[in-house]
Structure formats: structure tokens, C-alpha cells
């Protein structure tokens, strides 16, 4: 299988295990469970879902085992989007080319929508049969981590703090690797702690590898923010500059910032080929993110 059917597969499978994960709760009398599902079952491309399928099948570990990480990550993913399309966030109104969680209901469904979405995610991971006691607890840990105050939201408190504000590159770099670099080193982490005889080596290179391109998905992301236009983007291009947002181009310049990130892609790949195993389809993963156009 190569890398577009492999993804395609994914994807495909991804939607099946979020939809039996989410159409077990019962209805409520209010649209909350809608707006959940407008969420996390809309068309996304689920790049964190497929690193994990990819780094578990680097690593022989079970799709059985994958499955219930796969489904936790995209909670989160979801919820961060929800809330990072708010008003009081980045104020988006379109994401994949469709109206926003808050748009499409309300700005207070939305907030409800990320928190039932956030607890999904553990309550998932914390009831499934197929992961030991001792798996639950280190997987958990890991994404709860990677979600707080030293991930995903310190990121995106520092991103808040630092608009319309002048910003150096270290905290810059530290803002996106907390804010995207954090989930993605998670997808690798969670997979790690699956396989508690790898090797420490082993270890520390998928660490390289994932957090190198945690950091290059969004140095991407801030080029494509002004090098593509609206309709490939699925969102108004511009909307970074627009908000005087804290981003790569704006503090390099754009060559730069394409510079920088041909670095990072480079660490990536000098880190997985480093791995005694064949890692040409995590090569292609990585080539897939890097040279994205949305």
C-alpha cells in the first residue's frame, strides 16, 4: 500500500472509531451532541491519527491498541480547533471550508462543545478494554500533558499574550512547540509507552523526528497563512496578519522562515533514518506535512 492509500485508510478508519466512539451517548434536550459531531466528524485530513498508525506499525504494535490513542488525539485536535476558532481566540469563521462550531450554533455551544470533547478524549482512553491499567495511566498522562498548561494551552496562552506584541524568536519557537509540536510529539510518545522494551536510542530519535516536525506543521502553517489563497486554505488567508498574530514570516521574513523550515524537515528525516526499521512511509509522512498547500 503507499502512503495515499495508507492515509486514505486512515482517514477512512478514523471516522469509523470517532463515530461509534461518539453515537453511544444519549440524546440531551439541546444540541449539544449535534454540535460534538459537527466537530470531530467533519473532513480533516486526521495527521495526527495517521503519525500514530505509522509510528505503531514502525514499532509492532497492535491496531487494537492504536485504536483507542487514535480516537483520544482527535478529540483533542477537535476541541483545540473549536476553541481556537472562537471570538475571543482567533475569531474564525470558517474552518475547512465550512462555518465554525460557533457560527454554525453558538459561541457558548462551542465553548460546551471543546470541554465535552477534552473530557471524551480521557474518558475513552480511561474505559477501553483492549489497554492494560498500566497503559491507561501512561497514555493519559502523556496527552493530559501535552493538552495543558505545559502543552497545548501554555502554547496558545503565550500566542494570546504575545499578539500585537513585539516577540523574539526563542519564544516564538517556544509558543508553536507547546501550541502544535506538543500534540504531535504525544501521537509518538503515546505509541512509545506502548513499547516499554525499546530502546532509550530509539527513543530519543522518534523523539527528534516528531518534535522536529511539530515545528515545521507550523512554520508551514504560518507560510501557507500567506502564500495560499482562501479557497485552498478552506479559511480566509491573511487571517495571521490580519491579527497581528505571532508567526514565523512576520519575525523572519518569508525566505527565512522556508529556510528554517527545510531545517527542520532535514532534522526529521536524519532522525527516522537513523531507526533501525523501515521508515520510508514515517519519510513520506513527513514530506506529506512539509510540502502541504492547506
Known amino acids: 500500500m503507499d502512503?495515499?492509500?495508507?492515509?486514505?485508510?486512515?482517514?477512512?478508519?478514523?471516522?469509523?472509531l470517532l463515530s461509534q466512539c461518539i453515537r453511544h451517548y444519549p440524546t440531551l434536550p439541546c444540541d449539544l451532541l449535534a454540535a460534538m459531531?459537527?466537530?470531530?466528524?467533519?473532513?480533516?485530513?486526521?495527521?495526527?491519527?495517521?503519525l500514530i498508525s505509522l509510528v505503531g506499525d514502525v514499532l509492532g504494535v497492535s491496531k487494537e491498541k492504536?485504536?483507542?490513542?487514535?480516537?483520544?488525539?482527535?478529540?483533542?485536535?477537535?476541541?483545540?480547533?473549536?476553541?481556537?476558532?472562537l471570538p475571543d481566540m482567533d475569531d474564525d469563521d470558517l474552518r475547512r471550508g465550512m462555518p465554525t462550531c460557533h457560527i454554525q450554533y453558538t459561541?457558548?455551544?462551542?465553548?460546551l462543545v471543546g470541554d465535552?470533547?477534552?473530557?471524551l478524549a480521557f474518558e475513552h482512553l480511561a474505559q477501553h478494554p483492549v489497554l492494560s491499567a498500566s497503559e491507561k495511566v501512561a497514555v493519559i498522562q502523556i496527552l493530559a500533558k501535552?493538552?495543558?498548561?505545559?502543552?497545548?494551552?501554555?502554547?496558545?496562552a503565550i500566542d494570546l499574550h504575545f499578539t500585537n506584541q513585539d516577540i523574539d524568536l526563542e519564544t516564538l519557537t517556544q509558543l508553536h512547540r507547546l501550541k502544535t509540536g506538543a500534540l504531535l510529539g504525544a501521537c509518538v510518545d503515546m505509541v512509545i509507552a506502548l513499547v516499554p522494551s525499546l530502546d532509550v536510542e530509539h527513543q530519543a530519535l522518534l523523539h527528534t523526528f516528531s518534535r522536529s516536525l511539530g515545528l515545521a506543521f507550523q512554520v508551514q502553517d504560518d507560510i501557507l497563512d500567506i502564500t495560499s489563497d482562501s479557497d485552498t486554505l478552506g479559511k480566509p488567508?491573511?487571517?495571521?496578519?490580519?491579527?497581528?498574530?505571532?508567526?514565523?514570516?512576520?519575525?523572519?521574513?518569508?525566505?527565512?522562515?522556508?529556510?528554517y523550515l527545510d531545517r527542520l524537515?532535514?532534522?526529521?528525516?536524519?532522525?527516522?533514518d537513523q531507526l533501525p526499521y523501515n521508515t520510508a512511509q514515517l519519510n513520506e509522512f513527513a514530506a506529506f506535512l512539509v510540502k502541504r498547500n492547506h
Open 116 to 119: 465535552a470533547l477534552q473530557s
Open 3 to 16: 502512503f495515499k492509500q495508507y492515509h486514505a485508510q486512515v482517514v477512512s478508519d478514523t471516522q469509523i
Open 265 to 272: 524537515y532535514t532534522q526529521a528525516l536524519q532522525s527516522s
Open 146 to 156: 501535552a493538552s495543558g498548561y505545559e502543552g497545548m494551552c501554555g502554547g496558545q
Open 37 to 50: 459531531e459537527y466537530a470531530l466528524l467533519g473532513q480533516g485530513k486526521r495527521m495526527r491519527p495517521l
Open 107 to 111: 459561541p457558548g455551544t462551542a465553548i
Open 237 to 259: 488567508s491573511g487571517s495571521d496578519q490580519d491579527l497581528n498574530k505571532s508567526t514565523f514570516p512576520a519575525l523572519l521574513g518569508l525566505q527565512a522562515s522556508q529556510e
Open 66 to 85: 492504536l485504536a483507542p490513542l487514535m480516537v483520544a488525539i482527535e478529540c483533542i485536535h477537535a476541541y483545540s480547533l473549536v476553541h481556537d476558532d
